[in-house]
């Protein structure tokens, strides 16, 4: 295989966590009773351009299907981020109501709504039926489509370039992410801005995070990646911050290198070099990452089976890509985790891809009393044990797996 950027053989591992299904393939009671599709789910790291990626084995449109169930506005914290994004993007770039936002995967319209309750025109771009169809019941317009450079040309030619693009936690999706990015140089207004919210793979490495690998994550990415990445495509990187969504993410600002005019931020030599010293250029901090995922693996799969030798039942919270991957790398099927609770509908009576354990309502936890939940979206840690604090009232803890085994005592 050969990177996507740069078109470099591929030869040094990073991880390989076996093979499993796309993680957002949740199974219908009739999907139960057919065979399911499972890929290997191998991710290399580029030697020349040091963008981490996963093999290819299965297209987007196996991935993004009309039956994409990831509904952004069900997470409370999300959408106090998204609102507090809104507010600071409209005050720092003086957004109004000649301005256009266009959001690229914009879901359920979690955060255009904010943006169009400032009366600030917007435009969705999502290519998932379900959302699309949530966000226009939002009064949000949305074009139901793949985001490349075919179609910005499209949108520049309807006079719809923009002033801010958004594009959260998407850029990892994308197996073409030359066209991609170039797409966005190609819609901004002249002195336009883009800002992209990924994952850090300097944290997803420090902090154990291995269940954020999985089909639909096409990259992994670093700023030293994406400044090679973008230079590439059309785009500068004038600035960034760091966050601490999805365990520690990345917020980058970029403008167009033929006509963008902000100066770059310290801030962006300040993290490129941290990166460096951390050593990510180098292959070592690449090749340690198997050992600490199997050893994540090996506890949590231990501590469920102590569990079951002394009759503990065990639920879990939360039916989120990230617990996918941990559940099938660790071979855990409904004998150790009884159900996973989620509060989406979409996912409500349906079970979990590969693991194959029932996704419930929360009114399950107060049937059954499991003496623990594991949570799965451990980013959501706080918010979720706020909402089931109760489950101590019968003696029950929390557990969490990534990025470290840790059981509430």
């Given at each position: 295989m050969n990177c996507r950027h740069c078109g470099a053989e591929l030869i040094l591992p990073f991880i390989d966590?076996?093979?499993?299904?796309?993680?957002?393939?949740?199974?219908?009671?009739?999907?139960?009773?057919?065979?399911?599709?499972?890929?290997p789910l191998r991710v290399l790291a580029c030697?020349?351009?040091?963008?981490?990626?996963?093999?290819?084995?299965?297209?987007?449109?196996?991935?993004?299907?009309?039956?994409?169930?990831?509904?952004?506005?069900?997470?409370?914290?999300?959408?106090?981020?998204?609102?507090?994004?809104?507010?600071?993007?409209?005050?720092?770039?003086?957004?109004?109501?000649?301005?256009?936002?266009v959001e690229v995967a914009s879901n359920d319209g979690y955060l255009l709504q904010y943006v169009k309750a400032r009366g600030i025109p917007c435009l969705g771009i999502e290519p998932t039926t379900g959302t699309a169809h949530a966000a226009r019941n939002k009064g949000i317009d949305v074009i139901e489509e793949f985001f490349g450079a075919k179609l910005a040309r499209r949108l520049f030619a309807a006079g719809q370039s923009a002033d801010l693009t958004v594009a959260n936690n998407v850029l990892a999706h994308v197996p073409n992410i030359n066209d991609f990015v170039a797409g966005f140089a190609l819609l901004l207004k002249p002195n336009g801005v883009a800002t992209f919210e990924f994952p850090h793979l300097l944290k997803l490495v420090q902090e154990n995070q291995f269940d954020t690998i999985y089909h639909e994550h096409f990259s992994y990415l670093s700023l030293t990646a994406l400044l090679r990445i973008f230079d590439r495509n059309g785009l500068v990187i004038f600035d960034v911050e760091e966050l601490t969504t999805h365990g520690g993410s990345l917020r980058i600002y970029a403008q167009r290198s033929d006509t963008g005019m902000r100066e770059t931020s310290e801030r962006v030599s300040q993290l490129s070099g941290a990166e460096v010293e951390a050593g990510i250029l180098t292959t070592d901090f690449y090749t340690s990452f198997q050992t600490k995922a199997d050893q994540i693996k090996n506890d949590f799969l231990s501590f469920l089976i102590e569990a079951k030798k002394h009759s503990k039942t065990v639920a879990a919270y939360g039916a989120a890509a990230k617990g996918n991957t941990l559940m099938n790398y660790a071979g855990i099927r409904p004998d150790l985790v009884l159900f996973v609770v989620d509060r989406?509908?979409?996912?409500?009576?349906?079970?979990?891809?590969?693991?194959?354990?029932?996704?419930?309502?929360?009114?399950?936890?107060?049937?059954?009393?499991?003496?623990?939940v594991v949570l799965l979206p451990w980013n959501l840690r706080d918010e979720i044990i706020e909402q089931l604090a109760y489950i101590r009232q019968w003696g029950g803890k929390f557990v969490t797996a990534v990025p470290r085994m840790v059981c509430e005592c």
């Open positions: 966590l076996g093979s499993a299904p796309p993680s957002n393939a949740y199974l219908s009671e009739e999907a139960l009773r057919a065979p399911e599709k499972w890929y030697t020349e351009c040091w963008l981490v990626q996963t093999e290819d084995y299965a297209h987007c449109s196996e991935l993004f299907s009309a039956e994409y169930a990831y509904y952004s506005s069900f997470s409370t914290t999300w959408l106090q981020h998204a609102e507090r994004y809104v507010e600071a993007m409209s005050q720092r770039f003086g957004l109004g109501e000649t301005s256009l936002v989406n509908p979409a996912k409500q009576g349906k079970c979990l891809p590969g693991s194959r354990i029932p996704i419930v309502d929360e009114t399950h936890l107060q049937m059954v009393k499991p003496d623990y």
